[in-house]
Structures are given as C-alpha cells and as structure tokens.
C-alpha cells in the first residue's frame, strides 16, 4: 500500500500537502507548531485535519506492520500462496488482514482440533470436496478406530462435521458475507432483564430505561446516544440485549457458496454449515458488530464532548472585574471567595442563604463584601443549592443600589480540583470548599486558564463518558485541551504549570522547571531566556516559543503570535511595508510565505490579541425565575450548557436545564446539533411546555412559529 497516497486520497489533498506533513510529523513537530507555523509546507491546514491525518497516518502504518507480520507468520509455516499473498496486499483494515490470517492461525483446542486428531481430517476433505459417488457412511467407516476414540462411522462423521464446520467458519467469505448481511439486515432488540422485572415493580421502573423495555432497531439505524444507553443498561443488568440477524437468508447464501447437489455430502454439508453459523460465526460476528457500534458510538460522543469542550474552553474571559465567587450549599453554608482581576482571591467566608433565619445575616455579609472590594460580578456555581442561592442574590440586588450582576458558572469538575493536590499547593491555608468557590470565580475570569486543571472528563460537557473507552477519551480530550491552549497562547510570567504543560513541546517536567525558573530569577525579559531553563533546549524552544507571551518584556514582538524564527522578517515588513500594497510582492521580497506574512501582519496589528476577545460575552443577570413563572409562549435569553446526539439543554435562570430537541433547533435540517448550537453560546429560546413534578423544560429556538 502507498499510505502516501491513500492518505492523498482519502483527505482529497495534494500529494505535496501530505508528503510535507507526514514529514513534519516524522521529525517530531507537535500538530499545534505544524498548523500555525508551516502553513505553507501543509496548505494551511488546521489542527484538527492534522491530527485526524495524522490518527489514519498511525492506523495505516500499524496495518502494514500487521500485514507484514502475518506475511512472515504464513511462510514459516509454509502456508503463503500468491492468491494469500495478493489478498493480504489488497486488504484496507485490519479486520480484513485477521480475516484472512483466521485459517492458519494457530488455534486453542477446540472440537475440529480434537477430531483431527482423531485422524479424520482426510474424512473431512472427502466430504468438503463433495465428489464422493459412493455412500457416505461407507467411506466413513474407514475412520473408525476406537483406539482414538471413534467407535462408529456416525461419530467419525460428527468429527469430520466438526472439522468442517470451524474450516467454513474460517473462511474470509463467509465472515464477509455473515458480516455484511447481519450489519445491513440485522435488528437490535432489548427488553428489561428479568432479574431488574423481579426487582422492581412497574411504578418504579419506569424511568431512564423505560424506552427500552420492548425496543428494536435496524443495526444500520442505531443512533450512537441509543447504543451507548443500552450498553450501560446491559452493564448494570437492566436491559437484556440480543442481535437478531436474517439466519434463514444468511445459511441460504453461505450454501450458494459452499454446497454443491451432491446426495451423498448434502444433508452432512447442510448440517455441518448450519452448525458453523450458529455455534461458531454468528456469536464471533455479533461480538464484533456489537464492537464496532460500540466503537462507533463512542466515536460520535467523543467527538460531541470535544466540541463542547473546545467551546468551553474558549469562552471570553472576563477581564479587568472584581469578582465574588459562591459555592452554594445547604448544610455547610455557601463558601465565598472574593478574587481581583489577577485571580488573586482578596477574602473568603461562609453565609447560610438556604436557612431561613440566617438569610438576612447571609445577604449583610455578601453586600459588604460586595462593597467592600467593588465587586462588579456575582459569580454563583450551578450545583447543589444553586437556586436557593441565587434567589437570595437576587433579591439582595433588588433591595438595595448594589452594581453587581450575578451570572451562574458551570461548577463541573470544581470539587475534585479543590481536592487535588494542586489545589492544596495553590492555596495551602484554605479549607477544601473554599478552593472550590476560588476555582468558580477563576473560571469566570479566565475559564481556559483554571479548567486546565481540571482532568478535562470531569468538566461535565460530555455524554455517556463513563461507558467509553476511558484512554481514547483522555487522550482526544487532552488534544482539545492542547490545541485550545496554543491557539490562545499563554502569559510566560503567570501562567501555572497546568497550563504551561500544555503548551507544545512542553512536558510536565519542563513547565515545573519554568515555575522554578520563574521564582529563583523573577519575571521573564524575553523568550530567549527560555532557552536557560533546565531541560529547555533548542528543539523545545522551537516548538513552544511562538506560543509564550511576554507582555511587558524588552521585545515587543516576545507579546505577539510571531514565531522568533520569523522576527526578521516582521522587521523588515515594519520597514518597508509602504512599499508595495501587495502582500504576494511583499512576501516574495521578503523571501517569505504569504499564509506566514499574513499571520505576522495580523500579530502586528493587534499585539497580545486575545482570539476569546472577538466571542461574544456570557450572560449576566439581574433577576430570578422560577420554573412556576414560565408558561408556554414565553420567550427567555439562555445560555447554551451542553450539546448532545438528540439536542442541547440551555440555563435560562430557572436553576433547570431545558431541552431543545434537535427538532427545535433550527428550520432549516441539521444532522446533528452542533450545526446550530455550541456549548456557551447565548440564545433566545421560546417555552413550549413545563412539566414541573418530572423538572422538565422543552424549548424551541424556532421563534417565528406559533405554538
């Protein structure tokens, strides 16, 4: 195979773009450095492409590796034929190769092992060969030996059965046709698993696998949220699952393939067949669907709490605001923390919002700590007690000329930061709660720069999370995580070590020594004095250079996107820039790319830009509802909170979520709701019923709808 140019095909680039790529990535350059400084080697391709170019780069690699090794495998054991030697060649996945390999693969004991031997491998080729013009059972009482345990001409034929049926079972074709009849035919059917019946009676049991009690589905029209559902019903033995496939089509066409009208081998074929289907292909061939839709699905739901993740991560910070943080509780109070606009937590405290007698004692605390340091936002957490907390905010803004506005922060992942030891590193004197309300007030100001703290599968953005491949998942979320950080740089004299071990290039290790670094000599001059860091030599520096900023450092270009490899020529283009409004002629002076002299102007126009800036900013708030005030019509400003499969749930100041299905989303068809929604976006949404007993809100966007 030509991975080159299976790749060019498959990603519809030019040969150029991934040759220069895969070459890029062979000399170790991180996906972040490769997509903003080599635009011209990759034609501009973007972090995503590049890391979904190179995710197929390792899977095609890993399958020729495979390919070679069976190869190798075949011909020592003096299995390799041309015919093997060109499928192998032609095989596009893994599964093909295994496939293939299947046959000569050297098996476990199993009932076709023992029969052969028992001696009744040649019995099996004279029946498989279906030419026999004598009686069957003539030919097989030859092979009875009781010495080896075959004391009649039936119990020979059953071992020869045996053999042939794991030898059908094994065959490429039959996998293939097993396969693709059972994934395009095949019905998925669950019902409630008869211990959950026994256990609970029908009251309670209906709930979150209600919709599953009798349900089936086409396999090919499996939606990824539905298969991962009953997976965890399946898991926690609430749901029995099981794949029906077209038995009587499939045996039908496995005898086109295998079975000749010969009277003598028909009706042992017709068995042996029967019982390789149903004994040794269908349970091996459901597995691996079930596999694949599982992998699938898990895909699909990685991808969703990626992008969701990518939002979250890149909400606006708000700068330059004194903030009061709340983590709301009923029994230990609510944990305040007041932070200035460094992140700097000023004062913390404890106020009990949810008891009744101690509501005008908790409101006195909060006004004076809101005057006290000129708090300008409310920041609330969204968890336990939320609303009960709210309410009270907004009440004590009502009652009195206080500025503030208050607005609700996705708390997700705040407690087990406080916990970490991080955390207790950070703020060494506070109680574990009390970091939880910093964390809130962080996150707000800055939502990169503290969630990066957080392992990014306990923000809370996600779906099924915990039924799917954990590794793949941290690793995919991980990338979200880096190519955030790199796309919005970060400051070299104030960013944590969490966040500096984000940046490419930088390990654990080497963001440890820049804190080190940072405290023995004070406040980073430039970025070449990275290049003093232990551990920091010149293959690192190259690639996280251009993301480290120095706003107040000797060069001015150390607080711009621009790569000090390219520090020349963005002088050289401040010198004669008036010379030529055309950047091609500019560009080719200057002996440089026009994607990179476009990026270099763009930095210079804008000198430590944040890219969050140009996003529109949260919602604040003033004012509580409750879900008793909504009725249907009602139109509300929300915040979009999570995206999923079927829709995306939005914080319109109720304390609950509603739900947009996807169906609601837009009036034009989407396939799925990250065409119109993104987690953080801020959206009017109108009320089309409420149901408070089951605290449910479904939502529409489509506002120029009648009820």
């Not at 080729?125 to 001409?153: H, M, N, R, S, W």
């Not at 597995?287 to 739901?301: H, N, S, V, W």
């Not at 290790?509 to 920091?536: D, P, T």
């Amino acid at each position: 195979m030509n991975i080159i140019q299976t790749l060019t095909d498959e990603f519809s680039l030019a040969l150029w773009q991934v040759e220069n790529t895969v070459k890029l990535i062979d000399e170790d350059n991180t996906i972040p450095f490769i997509a903003r400084y080599r635009k011209e080697a990759t034609g501009s391709m973007d972090d995503q492409q590049l890391r979904a170019l190179h995710e197929r780069l390792v899977y095609l690699r890993n399958l020729e590796e495979r390919k070679e090794q069976v190869l190798r495998s075949l011909e020592e054991h003096g299995h390799l034929t041309d015919e093997i030697a060109v499928a192998l060649h032609d095989a596009a996945t893994l599964t093909a190769v295994e496939d293939i390999y299947r046959p000569y693969k050297p098996k476990r004991r199993t009932r076709a092992t023992i029969a052969e031997e028992r001696g009744l491998k040649p019995l099996a080729e004279l029946v498989f060969a279906q030419e026999l013009d004598a009686d069957i059972y003539a030919a097989a009482a030859q092979f009875v030996d009781p010495e080896k345990g075959v004391e009649t001409a039936e119990e020979a034929l059953a071992g020869a059965s045996d053999i042939i049926a794991e030898r059908i079972s094994d065959d490429p074709l039959c996998r293939s046709l097993v396969r693709n009849m059972t994934q395009k035919e095949g019905i998925i059917r669950t019902s409630i698993a008869k211990k959950a019946e026994e256990a609970l009676d029908k009251d309670k049991r209906a709930g979150v696998y209600d919709m599953y009690a009798e349900f089936h589905e086409p396999i090919i029209k499996m939606a990824g949220h539905r298969i991962l559902a009953i997976n965890r019903g399946e898991k926690e033995n609430q749901l029995k699952v099981a794949l029906e496939a077209p038995t009587d089509d499939i045996i039908a066409g496995l005898q086109d393939l295998f079975i000749k009208n010969n009277p003598n081998t028909l009706l042992i074929m017709q068995d042996a067949l029967a019982d390789s289907y149903k004994r040794l292909t269908a349970p091996a061939v459901e597995r691996e669907i079930r596999t694949e839709l599982t992998e699938r699905a898990e895909e699909g739901a990685i991808k969703v709490f990626s992008e969701n993740l990518r939002q979250l991560l890149l909400q606006p910070p708000i700068k330059g605001h004194m903030v009061l943080a709340i983590d709301p509780g009923f029994r230990t109070g609510c944990k305040l923390a007041v932070v200035n606009d460094t992140g700097k937590v000023l004062e913390t405290g404890v106020v009990y919002c949810t008891i009744g007698n101690q509501t005008a004692a908790a409101k006195s605390k909060l006004a004076q700590m809101v005057t006290t340091h000129g708090v300008n936002i409310i920041a609330i957490g969204n968890g336990t007690a939320s609303r009960e907390t709210e309410a009270v905010v907004a009440e004590l803004l009502r009652e009195t000329d206080l500025t503030a506005q208050y607005i609700i922060v996705n708390e997700a992942g705040a407690s087990v930061y406080s916990a970490s030891p991080l955390a207790a590193e950070e703020f060494p004197d506070f109680d574990v709660s009390l970091r939880s309300a910093a964390s809130i007030g962080r996150r707000l100001q800055d939502p990169l720069a503290e969630l990066v703290k957080i392992d990014p599968k306990s923000i809370g953005v996600g779906q099924y999370q915990h039924d799917m491949n954990q590794k793949r998942l941290g690793d995919t979320l991980s990338t979200v995580v880096e190519d955030c950080v790199n796309s919005v740089g970060v400051d070299l004299n104030t960013a944590s070590p969490s966040l500096l071990s984000y940046v490419a290039g930088v390990s654990t290790a080497i963001a440890k020594n820049i804190l080190e670094y940072r405290e023995e000599n004070g406040k980073f001059e430039s970025r070449k004095e990275l290049l003093k860091v232990k551990k920091l030599g010149p293959k690192t520096f190259k690639q996280c250079a251009g993301f480290m900023r120095i706003p107040d450092g000797t060069n001015p270009l150390d607080n711009t996107g621009v790569h000090p490899e390219s520090y020349d020529v963005a002088q050289k283009y401040l010198a004669q820039a008036e010379k030529s409004p055309r950047i091609e002629d500019i560009a080719k002076e200057l002996a440089v790319g026009v994607p990179t002299l476009k990026d270099i102007i763009k930095e210079l126009a804008k000198p430590g830009r944040d890219p969050r800036e140009d996003l529109p900013p949260p919602l604040l708030r003033s004012d509580v509802l409750d879900m008793k005030d909504l009725t249907e019509g009602m139109t509300l400003q929300g915040t979009v909170r999570n995206v999923i499969d079927f829709g995306a749930f939005v914080d319109i100041g109720v304390h609950q979520d509603g739900l947009v299905h996807i169906s609601q989303l837009s009036n034009r068809f989407i396939k799925h709701p990250l065409e119109a929604v993104s987690v953080g976006d801020v959206v009017t949404v109108r009320v089309l019923s409420v149901d408070i007993a089951k605290k449910r809100i479904a939502l529409s966007m489509k506002l120029g709808e009648g009820k």
